[in-house]
Nanobody, 124 residues
């Protein structure tokens, strides 16, 4: 079992930055691919970014490319999402997720463990 806890969300003005963290316990993250998803009110949960177990391979949803960066520190068992140039449409609850096997997936059903989410609100 892997327990995931997100932190770092908050209220920020458009154009600002936030860094989300996802701390894991129970198992080492080096065995898992990690993903960040988000869900806005009335919308389905969508993939934002992911990286492989080593962190060498990353994948981003189109709107996140060039603005968001996913990274991990396996020694700290933590994954990060650096979000720059934030827009009001980035407002959502952000979730981190772990996928057994190490390969990135961009669909929520491919992930086995989820955190409780952290709210990100971007004001215009």
């Amino acid at each position: 079992q892997v327990q995931l806890v997100e932190s770092g969300g908050g209220l920020v003005q458009a154009g600002g930055s936030l860094r989300l963290s996802c701390a894991a316990s129970g198992r080492t993250l080096s065995s898992y691919a990690m993903g960040w998803f988000r869900q806005a009110p009335g919308k389905e949960r969508e993939f934002v970014a992911g990286n492989s177990w080593s962190g060498r391979t990353t994948n981003y949803e189109d709107s996140a490319k060039g603005r968001f960066t996913i990274s991990r520190d396996n020694a700290k068992n933590t994954v990060y999402l650096q979000m720059n140039s934030l827009k009001p449409e980035d407002t959502a609850i952000y979730y981190c997720a772990a996928r057994t096997g190490g390969r990135i997936g961009n669909r929520s059903y491919e992930y086995d463990y989820w955190g409780q989410g952290t709210q990100v609100t971007v004001s215009s």
